[in-house]
Nanobody
């Protein structure tokens, strides 16, 4: 059974940093593309970042480029999202997902975590 479990969310001040983790079980990260989405209250789910199956290619949405970094540790089977210079408008539940390079960016991936709340205070 595949499980993706996010952690690392919390309350941080504007300009602060958080590192989100997504621990995977039942699948091997090196066999899947992985991604992060977020959803703020009353808003549509938004893609944030993705990493290809081989780990060579990464994608970051324009609004987070230079501040967020997606990475993975295949030995630990954990996906990360380092978030720096956080803004209040980035308050949301952050979800990781696993699938193909296409599906992890379009939000149609097969596997999703339960999400972790990130709150950025102004």
């Amino acid at each position: 059974q595949v499980q993706l479990v996010e952690s690392g969310g919390g309350l941080v001040q504007t300009g602060g940093s958080l590192r989100l983790s997504c621990a995977a079980s039942g699948l091997t990260l090196s066999n899947y593309a992985m991604g992060w989405f977020r959803q703020a209250p009353g808003k549509e789910r938004e893609r944030v970042a993705a990493i290809s199956r081989d780990g060579v290619i990464t994608y970051h949405t324009d609004s987070v480029k230079g501040r967020f970094t997606i990475s993975r540790d295949t030995a630990k089977n954990i996906l990360y999202l380092q978030m720096n210079s956080l803004k209040p408008e980035e308050t949301a539940v952050y979800y990781c997902n696993a699938g193909t390079w296409g599906t992890v960016r379009t939000g149609t991936a097969d596997y999703w975590g339960q999400g972790t709340q990130v709150t950025v205070s102004s």
